[in-house]
């Protein structure tokens, strides 16, 4: 009887060793597969910022590009009705019958 226990005690043994051996290996491929999302959600806001910072750098181009139009637009505006003020006056008359006569028909 003594010899029936030993066997099924070595056979729950290996059984068990087994058993920690899989659990290990799948605790040490969980790990790994956490480590690498942790690296590629580093890296994605790494590129994220990256692309951000260009959109900002383009966006403060444009911006100043626009502001430069406007600053020559008004400047020659400005410049035309110093030089031309009842063409002006006349157009700007013209430009306010325009807007009356639409904003009359919507009614």
Do not use: L, N, P
């Given at each position: 009887m003594a010899t029936g226990t030993k066997s099924t005690t070595g056979t729950k043994s290996t059984t068990q060793s087994k058993a920690h051996?899989?659990?290990?290996?799948?605790?040490?491929?969980?790990h790994k597969g956490v480590d690498n999302v942790a690296e590629m959600k580093?890296?994605?806001?790494?590129?994220?910022?990256?692309?951000?910072?260009?959109?900002?750098?383009?966006a403060h181009k444009i911006a100043e590009t626009a502001k430069?139009?406007?600053?020559?637009?008004?400047?020659?505006?400005?410049?035309y009705a110093k030089e031309h003020p009842v063409k002006t006056i006349g157009i700007a008359f013209l430009a306010g019958a325009l807007v009356a006569s639409f904003l009359s028909?919507?009614?």
């Open positions: 051996e899989k659990v290990d290996s799948v605790a040490e491929a969980a580093e890296q994605s806001q790494e590129r994220i910022e990256e692309v951000a910072h260009q959109i900002s750098e383009q430069s139009q406007s600053e020559k637009v008004t400047s020659a505006v400005a410049d028909k919507r009614k």
